[in-house]
Structure formats: structure tokens, C-alpha cells
């Protein structure tokens, strides 16, 4: 009888000795975590480095769409506040141009990786502003049948936005 209560006594002072342990273990890890201990580190969202990526490249876009903009039509460009992160890991950041969302808009890929520009895209009323009429002096009616798709106060517009109509 005296073997069996001693025996108890023995897994009893085990069992307490692993619990203090353990909580003393716990407690430990805890402190080293809350006071910015090496196991304690934040990392940025994918979300927050999109954005700081996208602000960065704000004025690359901006190069980008006056290199487009071949007869200064562009005034002002504005930058939507959403950015997103599509499927394929780009970067989208949209905006418009001259203070007209509706009408003169784009949208740029970047790429986080190789930290460049990929494809842009226009509305299609700010791509139209984009036409290098040079490239058809020699056939002046592809700039005429153009320019009949409009009605006379688009047409006139267009050919003030273009520099050609004060």
C-alpha cells in the first residue's frame, strides 16, 4: 500500500513540474513577443506594398500618358484612390484625365516584380485623342471619314482637343 500512495506521490510532483514548466515556458514567449523580441515581426500587407508601389510609379504613368499625348492634350491627370491586385499578381491603378472620369480615362498594369509598366489602357475618347494624323497626310480620307463620325459639335472638339481648332 505504501508502494502505490508513494508512486502516486512521484506522478503528482511530475505532473506539477511539467505544468510550472510549461507555464513559465508560455510566459516567457510571451513577454519576448510583446517587447519586440527577435520572434516578434511585422510585415506589410500585399495590399499596403501595392499601394506604396503604385504611388511610386504615379509619375512614370504620368511620362508615360504625356508621350502618348502627342498634340498636349492632356491638362490635368487624376489617380483613383483603389488600387487592386489582379489574379496574375499585377498591380491595377486607374485614373482620368483633363477632370473627366466618365470620358478620359486609363488604367495601368504595373508589374511589382520587374518594377515597371505593363500594358495600359484608354477610354476610348482619350485614344482617339492619341491619332498621329501625320501617319495618314498621304490618304486624307481616312481622316475625313474619321472626322464624319462625329456629329458637328464632337467634331469641332475634337479638332480644338487636337490643336487643329482654337
Do not use: C
Not at 489582379?86 to 484625365?97: C, F, K, L, S, T
Not at 480620307?141 to 479638332?159: A, D, G, I, M
Amino acid at each position: 500500500m505504501k508502494k502505490i500512495i508513494k508512486i502516486w506521490i512521484v506522478l503528482i510532483i511530475i505532473i506539477v513540474i511539467a505544468l510550472i514548466s510549461l507555464v513559465f515556458q508560455q510566459d516567457k514567449q510571451k513577454k519576448s513577443n510583446d517587447s519586440g523580441g527577435e520572434n516578434f515581426v511585422q510585415e506589410k500587407s500585399d495590399q499596403e506594398k501595392a499601394e506604396e508601389f503604385a504611388e511610386k510609379m504615379k509619375p512614370k504613368i504620368e511620362e508615360d500618358l504625356h508621350e502618348m499625348d502627342i498634340h498636349n492634350f492632356i491638362k490635368t491627370i487624376t489617380f483613383e484612390k483603389d488600387v487592386t491586385i489582379n489574379p496574375m499578381g499585377d498591380i491595377i491603378i486607374n485614373g482620368y484625365v483633363n477632370g473627366e472620369p466618365e470620358r478620359f480615362n486609363f488604367s495601368a498594369s504595373l508589374q511589382f516584380r520587374s518594377k515597371k509598366i505593363g500594358p495600359m489602357s484608354y477610354s476610348e475618347d482619350l485614344s482617339d485623342r492619341f491619332i498621329d494624323w501625320e501617319e495618314y497626310k498621304d490618304e486624307p480620307e481616312v481622316k475625313e471619314n474619321y472626322l464624319k463620325s462625329f456629329t458637328k459639335e464632337e467634331r469641332e472638339q475634337y479638332l480644338e482637343d487636337i490643336g487643329e481648332k482654337e
